[in-house]
């Protein structure tokens, strides 16, 4: 009780804190300032995006081009943790088929799937995957990118992972994958750093605002973003979804 | 390259080779040690003179090293003593393990302790100081750790908490004085004890435990007693006086200034602690039943003679600390290596199971006899005219008459375990299981012979110490000391000629003590030690009724209350009350997550609450 | 410039995609792929060293932006300083680990050396990053990293440990964007330099705020008491590569992170004193835990904990000769604290007990091993003449400089206690009564390399100090002059 | 007006569910609370002009963290007061059977 | 949503209080479930609805009054000025992925410590101490 206490204090000087700090820093006030001569790095962004790289979509050129380093940095989490956790989850291979003979049942984690929603898996997968890619492929246009149509693919292995007893990934490839579009992300980086002397550099030619043609490499990039992504996220379920979990 | 880097790299080499020598041939390591040594003892007598010196930069610090008649002393004291000790240390270890990890140790040692006495400025001194310290701490730990193991480190910890305190001292010498070199911080002042008192404090204390004063000389007894006897000689005999080599170097010269009256409280100070130190260190050496921790008790009290030498800051006093550092070098390490022999040879030191030796090792008999003598203060022995110098120096010239009685008393009641060692281990009733014992091997008497020697020369012409000791005391600044070979000046100007008190004196002792050995060599009648069957009880078969148990009984029961005054316990009690109290703050480590969140969470509120306080 | 500091961290990327490739072709791609990563780092932090010794520092603009609009890689003698130290126990480390590892199966190899070759690759980002979310991306790989490295062993407690540590680490990340985004809020930008420079018009009571989010959230990786319970758990559990790896190169790394904020991003008073004061509870505390474990890489990962808190205090000294000493004994700290992880981890595997009593007489079957060990715990008490001495003297001198006795006097006894437990040790190793059967895991030539070559820094540093002296002080002075590095960095035009 | 009661109706239910979320002692309801708060959340972000950030918590927060708790629970204990796996073997009895 | 910048311009004080005051009571409910509960799962619950509170804090300080999302479509092509901060939603972006993969580390952890020590009780998970 008295934990319980020293909780509710602490919490709530720490809560109190943060409203005083944050209550001198008001939503909606304009801290960019102007674009022209630009003081923060927002307003040379919002000032560069479109008119330098011709993205219309100012975060995809932040999170693309001007941050990409920390997107890349961002794959890497994202892949350390998908490594992370099949290290952590790891079973020896003898081990895991000495069980499975054993036991001769599959243990792996079943949500309960009628026929109809099978069916409605099969239909949906394609369509997700189809969004995911057009999320991703759209991502210097619309919102949207690399992220959000990985995690929608993700989802969508999802669907068929959790309906599908026999859904099996098609390992090889999905390591293909995931590798290929991570050494694409470097690859496209280390042209900058050959070509123009700074790695991730953006090519010259950038094309008009608004065509799906634009942007230079940065539609290239989140596109390998968007597999990296799909492909680690679904590494993650799928381990998670073949754990052998029950203790004998 | 400098030659004084040479003879450290010989000395270094020779630790590497040793150690590796060790996995082809154990045989070898002794000899290669002993020549190693000898090797840097003859290049460092013919190459170096007194008064070189040799600068130069290190990590951005002026350093220097060199040698003044001063540090030419002890460097004596430390090749002398070393390369007789090595060359005993090669019958005496044989057969026992690790050879190489022993004689690198013991090299390093060495190389430690010279490095001490030529070093010029502080930070040379500390690096020297603590390779010395470290090198030994090995030896001190070498035999079964499980038995010393509180022992070393107790060593190692007071060794640290000494050279730490330097360092202390040392970093703000830097500071106040900017200046890393001995010479000009004395001249500047830095051990006035009136500006930034706790510089001379500090240092004091650093070189006072390496010199095993009280309160600080718990490590010493079992340090010295524990490790191996061959190197119990140096350790005793040559290491323990680098604390004194400090306090000479640095301290002396306050007396020097313009009103010595001044730092009375110092000296006084002082004085009492190594008063007291030769008087606890007497009375402890009386109960002990193990020759070797006699021994060692016996050179904590003989170094409180010296600090008590060192503190009357006369030209006596300091002239009689310095010919006790000489001559309680040589014949306690002949006593070591008499110790070590015997327990080479009989396979023990426990004067309550082995007496009589004297029939089966009359060499050792004779060495252990000389430098009993020696030891006591006895004419005609150097022993004598250090202690009859420091009487002087006391009376005469720093009229400090209770510090006279005190070491007075201890050194009378120095004779009574003197006595004991050498009745209990060679005199008496020879045992039935010693009957084989052999004389000890030839390279381990020639050594103890060698020192023997030594202190009989020194006892009949004390001049031969006076020489350099004179010089050295110039060199730390005491001009104008007056000696002749056998005679020496004190501050009223009368000549006190030390050599025909020394033979008169000497002459009657002489008598008497062929007396006693004669009388003892010659065997009345063979009943064993504990053979008491005459008083018509039965002894148990544990029960150790050798006559050497309880021997000072009266005595004991007379000092009874100082015994319980026990420093180590103490230390002892201090030791585990601080661990226990550290156990508290582990807990705090629960190994509960939530409860390292909740420290965050706390410390974050904590920094929010106070942010005006912590950041202005 | 053929070799710019992006190397640093695209080599070790590509690698780490590559792996799941390679390992098809030949499966021990996986052991060897990552060695000749952190060789080219060794080889890239070289070349820049060099490179800066004659053109001075280096900021690389990446994307083509420079360096307040993009993110920006900074290169200056302090920083290559840490990352070459970082990449070259990085790469000894890799050497070390080379052979230990081969009792595990293929898989558990490639997660192994993925995640140790990315998490010495991201501390290399948080030292070289100009950019602070940039960093925190960083801390956030290594942080990964070090998490499933923590539980990597299924047979110890690592998950345990691994879960307190992500719990905590969770916090330092939401803290970190906490103290990020009112910075951002205040200056509109994100590049250190540039919020240096803008720093002073910041509200005070902002920027404090702001400051003390940085402080718990980079507290946590420096492993400041008391938010450093996660560090003995998971340097004890983690595997003994990755133990050393903590404390020689994640350590700095936070470190690094702490330094760069306090010093350089902020200007707030009575940060020094809050550094010197928590610098010394840490060591206080973590040196008195460490005198009663049982438990040998427990024991030394207190010792870790107690000497950051000493770089700490000494960069709360502030003074050039006190950040002289911190850097010197980050450096030592990483070598002899390594040193001291693979010896430790010889004995841990030979007697398959992490206890230090099963430690007895040890020495009679690894004397090699048992005498590094030796030599490191000397050296890291600070004996001379070893290259420990040096950095706790000149860290001394420092305080000495500023007049803080009992800070001095308080920093010895607390290395008496080191002393007392690491001896304690040593004593066991080489003198008691030994038990049990002679050696079955002989080290291998690798690890005695890797080891040899870190004893021998051990011993030549504390000899010949003057080797390093040159580099540790431009380092130092680089550290301070904070208007230097705004002006070089805000200035360089592409 | 109308859109300013459904923001704070919002800002309501989603202190609410995670409130709920905390508090729920069946782990399942909980991890659906916290499906909610990435739902309502997600809404949040697309009022404040942020879409991109909406579609990612969408994707992420509300299906793919939700599923990782839920195998999660289904791999340990279902409530919130039972730490051991006394009703997994009874789950997994029941499924055997 | 041209009618909520119109509403926003209105009552900016209790939009204000309410968006903080949603952030900041998920961070500290967030915070409250790290601290107080038990279970492992509740404890990675608790950290993720902190994580989503410092998100919301993001991104309601990159909102501008009057400012639309920072999209530069057909019809739209000069309206930079009149755009919200992008960068803070840029960083969340990267937050919230690098929070998805902590969560789904920590998820895995707690699965393996439920098979080592089979319970989820923080409490009993204390073998390493001291």
Redesign the interface.
């Known amino acids: 009780m008295l934990k319980k206490l020293i909780v509710f204090l602490l919490i709530g000087t720490l809560g109190y804190t943060l409203a005083v700090t944050f209550s001198s820093i008001p939503i909606g006030a304009n801290r960019i300032g102007s674009l022209d001569n630009p003081e923060t790095v927002a307003a040379y962004y919002l000032d560069k995006s479109p008119n330098d790289l011709k993205v219309a979509n100012t975060i995809t050129a932040v999170v693309v081009n001007f941050r990409g380093f920390d997107t890349l940095g961002e794959v890497s989490v994202l892949f350390l943790a998908a490594t992370g956790l099949a290290s952590i989850l790891y079973r020896k291979e003898e081990e895991e088929e000495e069980e499975e003979n054993k036991r001769h049942i599959s243990h792996r984690l079943n949500l309960p799937s009628s026929s109809l929603v099978q069916t409605g898996a099969k239909i949906l997968f394609p369509l997700i995957l189809l969004l995911g890619i057009y999320v991703f492929i759209h991502g210097h246009l619309t919102p949207g990118g690399g992220f959000q149509g990985g995690a929608i693919i993700a989802t969508g292995f999802l669907l068929m992972l959790v309906s599908y007893k026999g859904f099996k990934n098609n390992h090889k490839i999905m390591v293909w994958l995931e590798s290929l579009a991570g050494l694409g992300f470097v690859g496209v980086g280390l042209y900058g750093l050959i070509r123009y002397g700074s790695f991730l550099q953006n090519t010259g030619w950038t094309g008009n605002l608004n065509d799906l043609v634009s942007g230079g490499l940065i539609p290239l990039i989140y596109i390998f973003v968007g597999i990296k992504v799909a492909t680690e996220l679904t590494n993650v379920l799928d381990i998670l979804l073949n754990i052998k979990s029950r203790r004998k | 390259m400098e030659i004084i880097a040479i003879i450290l790299l010989i000395l270094l080499v020779g630790s590497m080779l040793t150690f590796l020598i060790d996995s082809f041939s154990s045989k070898l390591t002794g000899i290669t040690a002993f020549l190693f040594s000898l090797a840097a003892s003859v290049v460092f007598f013919t190459q170096i003179p007194s008064g070189y010196q040799f600068k130069f930069q290190l990590a951005g610090l002026d350093l220097q090293w060199g040698l003044t008649d001063y540090s030419y002393y002890f460097a004596y004291i430390i090749f002398g003593m070393s390369v007789l000790a090595l060359l005993y240390s090669i019958k005496y270890m044989e057969g026992k393990g690790r050879l190489g990890y022993f004689y690198g140790s013991f090299l390093l040692t060495i190389l430690g302790m010279f490095g001490v006495v030529i070093s010029q400025d502080f930070v040379s001194l500390f690096i020297f100081w603590e390779i010395m310290t470290w090198a030994s701490f090995l030896l001190v730990i070498y035999n079964a750790y499980y038995k010393v193991k509180t022992k070393g480190v107790k060593y190692m910890i007071f060794s640290a908490i000494g050279a730490y305190a330097m360092l202390t001292a040392i970093v703000f010498i830097r500071v106040h004085y900017d200046t890393l070199l001995i010479s000009e911080a004395i001249a500047k002042g830095a051990f006035n004890f009136e500006q930034y008192i706790y510089i001379p404090i500090f240092l004091l204390l650093g070189f006072s435990i390496k010199a095993a004063v009280m309160p600080f000389h718990v490590w010493a007894p079992s340090a010295y007693s524990k490790s191996p006897m061959s190197f119990t000689t140096i350790f005793s005999g040559a290491m323990s006086k680098m604390g004194v080599f400090g306090i000479g170097l640095v301290f002396t010269s306050i007396y020097l200034g313009t009103n010595p009256e001044n730092f009375y409280w110092v000296r006084t100070i002082l004085g009492w602690l190594g008063g007291i130190t030769a008087v606890m260190g007497t009375i402890y050496a009386l109960i002990q039943t193990d020759a070797k921790k006699l021994l060692a008790y016996s050179s904590v009290a003989q170094l409180g003679y010296i600090v008590v030498g060192l503190s009357t800051g006369t030209k006596l006093g300091i002239m009689a600390a310095l010919y006790l550092t000489v001559i309680h070098a040589v014949f306690k390490g002949a006593l070591f290596m008499v110790a070590g022999a015997v327990e080479k040879q009989a396979g023990t030191t426990d004067m309550t199971k082995i007496s009589g030796l004297i029939r089966r090792m009359p060499w050792t008999f004779l060495v252990a006899l000389v430098s009993i003598i020696a030891l006591a203060g006895m004419p005609p022995v150097g022993g004598f005219v250090g202690k009859w110098l420091l009487y002087e120096a006391l009376i005469t010239e720093s009229n400090n008459y209770i510090l006279v009685v005190v070491v007075f008393f201890s050194s009378t009641a120095a004779f009574l375990y003197s006595y004991r060692f050498l009745y209990g281990l060679f005199l008496g009733q020879e045992e039935k299981d010693t009957k084989d014992v052999k004389e000890a091997p030839i390279t381990m008497l020639i050594p103890m012979l060698i020192l023997m020697i030594i202190a009989i020369v020194s006892g009949a012409v004390p001049g031969l110490i006076f020489e350099p000791a004179a010089k050295a005391m110039e060199a730390i600044g005491f001009q104008d000391v007056t000696w002749q070979m056998s005679s020496l000046t004190n501050l009223w100007g009368d000549t006190t000629n030390l050599g025909l008190i020394s033979m008169l004196i000497g002459a009657v002792f002489v008598i008497v003590f062929v007396f006693i050995t004669l009388k003892g060599y010659k065997n009345t009648k063979d009943v064993g030690t504990k053979d008491i069957s005459t008083s018509g009880e039965i002894p148990k078969e544990w029960e150790n009724l050798s006559f050497q148990q309880d021997f000072f009984q009266p005595f004991q029961r007379a000092a009874a209350p100082l015994y319980s005054m026990n420093m180590n316990k103490i230390w002892k009690n201090l030791g585990e009350n601080l661990e226990a109290f550290f156990g508290f703050f582990r807990k705090l480590y629960t190994g509960n997550g939530q409860t390292y969140a909740l420290y965050v969470v706390i410390f974050l509120v904590v920094l929010l609450l106070f942010k005006d306080v912590i950041f202005s | 410039m053929v070799i710019?500091p992006?190397h640093y961290?695209?080599a070790p990327?590509?690698a780490?995609?590559?792996i799941?490739?390679l390992i098809k072709i030949h499966k021990d791609a996986a052991r060897i792929v990552p060695g000749i990563v952190l060789f080219y780092n060794v080889i890239v932090s070289l070349f820049l060293m060099n490179h800066i010794a004659e053109h001075g520092m280096i900021s690389?603009?990446?994307?083509?932006?420079q360096a307040?609009?993009?993110?920006n890689l900074v290169v200056t003698p302090f920083t290559g300083f840490l990352a070459t130290m970082v990449s070259i126990l990085g790469f000894i480390i890799w050497l070390y680990g080379y052979r230990f590892k081969r009792t595990l199966?293929g898989?558990?190899v490639k997660?192994?050396e993925?995640?140790q070759m990315?998490m010495i690759a991201g501390s290399i980002?948080i030292i070289i990053t100009g950019d602070i979310?940039?960093m925190f991306?960083?801390i956030?790989?290594v942080?990964?990293?070090a998490?499933?490295?923590t539980?990597?062993y299924?047979s110890r407690?690592g998950?345990?440990?691994?879960?307190?540590y992500?719990?905590?680490?969770?916090?330092a990340?939401?803290?970190l964007?906490?103290g990020?985004?009112?910075i951002?809020?205040?200056t509109?930008?994100?590049?250190m330099a540039q919020i240096a420079e803008r720093m002073p018009d910041v509200?005070q009571?902002?920027k404090?705020?702001a400051?003390?989010?940085f402080?718990?959230a980079l507290?946590?990786e420096a492993e400041m008491f008391?938010?450093n319970?996660?560090a003995?758990?998971a340097y004890?559990?983690a595997p003994s590569p990755t133990s050393a790896t903590f404390a020689a190169v994640v350590s700095v790394a936070g470190v690094y992170a702490l330094i760069r904020v306090v010093f350089t991003m902020f200007d707030?008073?009575?940060?020094n004193?809050?550094l010197m004061v928590m610098g010394f509870v840490t060591m206080l505390?973590a040196e008195?835990?460490a005198?009663?474990?049982k438990d040998l890489k427990?024991m030394l990962a207190y010792s870790s904990v107690g000497q950051v808190g000493l770089v700490l205090i000494a960069f709360g000294i502030g003074s050039n000769l006190a950040v002289f000493g911190a850097l010197f004994l980050m450096l030592n700290h990483g070598v002899i604290k390594s040193l001291l992880f693979m010896a430790g981890s010889y004995f841990i595997y030979n007697t398959d007990d992490k206890k230090i009593k099963s430690l007895n007489g040890i020495y009679k079957k690894l004397p090699i091993v048992s005498f590094f060990f030796a030599l490191g715990a000397?050296a890291i008490i600070g004996?001379?003449?070893f290259s420990g001495?040096?950095s706790k003297?000149y860290i001394?001198?420092s305080?000495?400089?500023e007049?803080y006795?009992f800070l001095?006097?308080g920093i010895?006894?607390v290395?008496?206690?080191e002393?007392?437990y690491y001896?304690?040790v040593v004593?066991?190793i080489?003198?008691?009564?030994q038990e049990g059967e002679p050696a079955s895991h002989k080290p291998s030539i690798n690890a005695l390399v890797a080891m040899s070559s870190l004893a021998l820094f051990i011993i030549v540093i504390g000899v010949?100090?003057?080797l390093i002296?040159p580099h540790i002080q431009s380092a130092a002075d680089a550290l301070l002059d904070k208007s230097n590095y705004i002006q070089q960095i805000l200035s360089i035009k592409? | 007006m109308a859109l300013l009661i459904f923001l704070i109706a919002m800002a309501v239910i989603l202190i609410a569910a995670a409130i709920f979320s905390i508090m729920q002692k069946d782990l399942l309801f909980a991890v659906l609370g916290t499906g909610v708060v990435s739902l309502i959340l997600s809404v949040f972000f697309y009022i404040l002009q942020a879409p991109d950030v909406a579609i990612t918590e969408a994707a992420i927060g509300i299906a793919l963290t939700t599923i990782i708790f839920i195998i999660t629970i289904r791999n340990t204990t279902r409530d919130e007061n039972k730490y051991n796996d006394d009703h997994i073997n009874k789950f997994k009895n029941e499924k055997d059977a | 949503m041209m009618e909520f910048q119109a509403l926003f311009e209105q009552y900016r004080d209790l939009i204000t209080i309410a968006v903080y005051g949603t952030a900041i009571a998920l961070i500290v409910i967030g915070l409250y479930a790290v601290l107080m509960k038990k279970h492992l799962v509740k404890i990675v619950i608790g950290l993720s609805i902190m994580d989503a509170g410092i998100h919301l804090l993001f991104v309601a300080i990159g909102y501008i009054s009057g400012g639309t999302a920072p999209i530069f479509s057909p019809g739209n092509e000069n309206a930079g000025a009149r755009m919200v901060d992008p960068v803070p939603q840029a960083l969340v972006l990267t937050a919230i992925v690098i929070g998805f993969a902590v969560t789904a580390l920590a998820l895995s952890l707690v699965i393996r410590l439920y098979k080592h020590h089979h319970t989820a009780n923080i409490d009993q998970l204390n073998s390493l101490k001291w």
């Open positions: 710019t992006v961290i695209v990327l590509i780490a995609f590559a799941p490739l690389e603009t990446l994307a083509g932006w307040p609009w993009g993110i199966k898989g558990e997660y192994y993925i995640l990315m980002g979310f940039n991306v960083f956030e790989i942080g990964i990293s998490f499933s490295l539980a990597f299924r407690d998950a345990e440990a691994g879960f307190k992500l719990l905590i680490g969770g916090f990340s939401a803290f964007l906490l990020i985004l009112i951002y809020t205040q509109g930008t994100l590049n509200p009571q902002m404090i705020v400051l003390i989010f402080l718990v507290g946590i008391p938010l319970g996660w003995p758990d004890s559990q707030v008073e009575g940060v004193n809050y505390i008195i835990a005198i009663s474990q427990r000397l004996f001379p003449p001495f040096w003297f001394l001198i305080a000495a400089d007049k006795v001095i006097i010895l006894l290395t008496i206690i002393l007392t001896l304690r004593g066991r080489y003198f008691a009564k010949y100090p003057d002296m592409n």
